[in-house]
C-alpha cells in the first residue's frame, strides 16, 4: 500500500519517496481542544534512514497504532519550565505513543522487522534521529494494540501508581476516578485481586455497567448524575476511603479529601477536569491532609520505566488467564485520530482510546 | 499563695479547698476567635486525688506554664468526624499542652513533687482522672518553659515534620512558612545544621530580622508586604524548591506549588490562614504535583511521641553548646491567656507564645 510518489537520489543508490498522511498541530490551544485545532496534511518521505551522522542512532517506523492519551492536552500548552514533556511544535505532527514496525534502522539495539512500542509521530511513517521511549514488543500472542494500553504506557501508569505510590493492603477501600478509562479500569481490577473493596465513577450509564459488570469493581456511580459528589461517595464509603487513585482532579478531590481515612493514601496521576480551564478550580478541603495525616503523592509512569519486565512477568499470564479484562476504543484511520483525542475530554472513549488501526 | 477557701471533710481528714482561677470557653466559635470568647472565672479544688476508683489513675497539678497553640482554634468548633483531638466544651475550662508540678498522685508513673509536660486545664490546678499525654520533665537544667515549646510539642513537630516527613538532604532548598514561631524557628535552624539552604516567611520585620539574625536563615521576606507572592519565592529559590515546612496554607501553598522542584516534599504541618475562615481558599496549582512529582503529607506530632527520648538526646546537647536559638513570648499570668492565644492568628506573639508564667 506503500504510494510511491517520487524517487530521489540517496547516499547508496535511488531510495523510494512515499506519500506520507500526518497529523499536523496547527497551533497553542486555549480551553478545550478542538478537531480543528489539528490538520491531516500529507507529506513525503524516503523509507530509509539517513546516512548522516546525526542519524547514526536513527530509527524508521511504520506506525501501527496511535494512543489517545489525556496528557497530550498538556502538550499542547506551551511548555512549563521543569515539567516533564516537550510541548507539540506548531506546524509539526502530534507525538506520542504507538505501536510500530519498524522499518529501517541505524540504531544498534533495533533492526528491520521489529515490532515496538514507545514515542513516535502522528504520521504513518515516522523518522526518528534516535528514540525517545522505545520497547521492544514482548510478546505477540496478544492484540498488538495492547501495547498502547494494558502493556503499554497506561497499563505502566496503574501499575506503578496502583502499586508503588498507593502502599495498598488487602481489605483497604480504594477509590478510583475516570475509572473505565485506559488507567482507571486497570487500577481497579488490581486493587480487587490484592482484595480490597473497590468503587470506580465514570461519566456514563454505560460506563458504570461495565466497571460492575465486566471489571468487578464492588460499586460504581455516575458522577454526571451525582448532585453532591460528597453524598455519593459517603453513600459508598460509610467507612471513609483509605487510597484515592486521582486521575481527575478539581470538585472530586475536593469530596474525596472529606472522605479519606486516617493514613489514606492518594495516587495522583491525572487531573483530567482541569486540564482545559484557564484557571483550574480551587480545592478547599486541603486541611484533611492534616487532620488524617494523608500523603499525596504525584508520580509520572516515564520515570518507571525500569520496571517494565517486572510490570510484564505479573501482567501477561493475568491477561492470558483471563483474570484481567480490557476494553479498548479504537477509531479506524488516522484522520479520526483528532476527534478520538478530543474525545477524551468529552468522555466519548469507551475503555482505552486507539487510533490508526486501518494501517495495520 | 495557696488561699485556703475553705476546708472539706476528706476519706482521710480534713482537706484543703482552694480557689481555683480557671480560663472557661464560652462557646463555638465562627470567624476569628475574641479574647471575649473566653472568659475568666473562680471555682474552688481539694488539693488531693479523691479516693473513688475512677480516680485509680487520677493525678493532680499546678500549672506552671500554659501553651499557646494554633491548633486550639480547631477544637473551638464542633469536632470532625474522625479527627484527632476532641473539641472544647462550652462551659468548662479549655484544656492543652503546660508545664506543672504534681501536687498528688494515685498513678503509679508519677508521684507529688515531679515535674511534667503535657496535656492539662487552662487553670491553676488540674485534675485529671488519668492522664493524655504526659512526661516526666527530664533535665531540669534548662528553663521550665522550654517544655511548652522547643523540649515541648512544637519541638517534637518540628523534629518529625522535618527529620521524618520531609526527608530532607544536604544542599537542598528548604522553605518554612510562619518561620519565627514556635515550629517555624527549629524546623529552619534544623535544616541549617544539616546544610540546607533555607528561607523563612514571617509577618512582620522584626521578625524578618529575627530570621536573618538570630536562627541563622540565609534569607527571608514579610509576606505581609509582597504584592506577589510567586514573585518572592522566584527571587529567593531561583532554583526552586525542594522541601516546604508548611505552616500556613492558602495563598501561599498556592505559590509554593509554582515554585517546587521535581520531586519535591511537602510536610503539612499546618494551614493557620485557613483557621478562622468559614469556607477555605481554593488551592489551584494541585497540577504541580504530579508534573513535578511532589509528595505531600499531613502529620500530627502525637502520632511520634514514642520518638521524644530520641530527639532529647539530638536537642538537648544543641541547646547547651548554644548552637540552637530558641525564641519565647511570654504572657503573665492566666487572665493574660486569652488575649495571648487570639494573638497567634494576627502574629502578635514574636517566637513561641507561653501563658501564666506569673504563678512559677
Ligand atoms: N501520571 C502519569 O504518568 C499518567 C500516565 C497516564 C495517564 N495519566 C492520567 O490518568 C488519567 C486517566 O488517563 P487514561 O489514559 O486512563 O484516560 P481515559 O480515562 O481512558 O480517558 C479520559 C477519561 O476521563 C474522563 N473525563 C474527561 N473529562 C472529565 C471531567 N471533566 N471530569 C471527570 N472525568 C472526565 C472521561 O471519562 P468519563 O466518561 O468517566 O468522564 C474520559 O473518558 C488522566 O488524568 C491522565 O492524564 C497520568
Ligand atoms: N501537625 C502538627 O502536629 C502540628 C503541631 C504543632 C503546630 N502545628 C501547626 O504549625 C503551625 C505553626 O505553629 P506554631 O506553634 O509554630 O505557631 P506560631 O508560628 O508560633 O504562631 C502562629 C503564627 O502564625 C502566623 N500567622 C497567623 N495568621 C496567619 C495568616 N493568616 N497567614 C500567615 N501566617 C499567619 C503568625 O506569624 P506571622 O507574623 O509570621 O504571620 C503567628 O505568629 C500552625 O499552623 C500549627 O497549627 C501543627
Redesign the pocket.
Known amino acids: 500500500m506503500i504510494a510511491v510518489i517520487a524517487t530521489m537520489p540517496g547516499g547508496d543508490g535511488e531510495v523510494a519517496a512515499v506519500r506520507n498522511k500526518q497529523v499536523i498541530f496547527r497551533d497553542y490551544v486555549t480551553g478545550f481542544p478542538k478537531e480543528s485545532d489539528m490538520q491531516v496534511a500529507e507529506s513525503s518521505i524516503q523509507l530509509k534512514v539517513p546516512e548522516a551522522e546525526d542519524y547514526n542512532n536513527g530509527i524508521l517506523f511504520k506506525n501501527l497504532y496511535l494512543?489517545?492519551?489525556?496528557?497530550m492536552?498538556?502538550r499542547m500548552r506551551p511548555a512549563i519550565p521543569g515539567a516533564?514533556v516537550d510541548s507539540f511544535v506548531p506546524g509539526s505532527p502530534l507525538s506520542g505513543y504507538g505501536v510500530a514496525k519498524v522499518l529501517d534502522s541505524r540504531h544498534p539495539d533495533y533492526k528491520k522487522g521489529d515490532l515496538v512500542w514507545g514515542f513516535t509521530g502522528w504520521e504513518e511513517y515516522t523518522l526518528l534521529k534516535s528514540p525517545l521511549v522505545l520497547f521492544k514488543i514482548p510478546d505477540t500472542n496478544v492484540p498488538l494494540s495492547y501495547y498502547t494500553?494494558i502493556l503499554g504506557?497506561?497499563g505502566?501508569?496503574?501499575y506503578?501508581?496502583f502499586y508503588e505510590i498507593c502502599s495498598p493492603k488487602k481489605g483497604e477501600y480504594v477509590f478510583v476516578?475516570?475509572?473505565?478509562?485506559?488507567?482507571?479500569?486497570l487500577v481497579g481490577q488490581f486493587a480487587k485481586l490484592l482484595g480490597c473493596y473497590v468503587v470506580g465513577?465514570?461519566?456514563?450509564k454505560e460506563?458504570v455497567d461495565l466497571l460492575k459488570n465486566k471489571f468487578g469493581f464492588d460499586e460504581a456511580f455516575?458522577?454526571?448524575e451525582e448532585p453532591d459528589l460528597d453524598a455519593a461517595l459517603k453513600r459508598c464509603f460509610p467507612e471513609g476511603i483509605d487510597i484515592y487513585f486521582?486521575?481527575?482532579?478539581?470538585?472530586?478531590l475536593d469530596a474525596v479529601l472529606l472522605n479519606m481515612r486516617v493514613r489514606g493514601r492518594i495516587a495522583?496521576?491525572?487531573?483530567?477536569?482541569?486540564?482545559?480551564l484557564g484557571q483550574p478550580e480551587g480545592v478547599h478541603n486541603l486541611m484533611h491532609i492534616i487532620l488524617k495525616r494523608i500523603r499525596i503523592e504525584?508520580?509520572?509512569?516515564?520515570?518507571s520505566y525500569h520496571l517494565y519486565p517486572k510490570f510484564l512477568e505479573m501482567i501477561l499470564p493475568k491477561i492470558k488467564e483471563g483474570k484481567i479484562a480490557y476494553v479498548e476504543?479504537t477509531a479506524e484511520g488516522l484522520e479520526s485520530g483528532p476527534a478520538a483525542l478530543v474525545?477524551?475530554?468529552?468522555?466519548?472513549?469507551?475503555?482505552?482510546?486507539v487510533a490508526l488501526k486501518k494501517y495495520v
Open positions: 494512543s489517545c492519551d489525556p496528557y492536552r498538556n516533564y494500553g504506557m497506561p505502566m501508569t496503574a506503578v501508581g476516578s475516570a475509572a473505565s478509562g485506559a488507567v482507571g479500569q465513577s465514570a461519566g456514563s460506563k455516575n458522577y454526571k486521582e486521575n481527575v482532579g478539581g470538585k472530586m495522583a496521576c491525572g487531573m483530567i477536569s482541569q486540564y482545559n504525584g508520580f509520572i509512569v516515564s520515570d476504543d474525545g477524551l475530554f468529552a468522555g466519548r472513549n469507551v475503555g482505552k482510546q
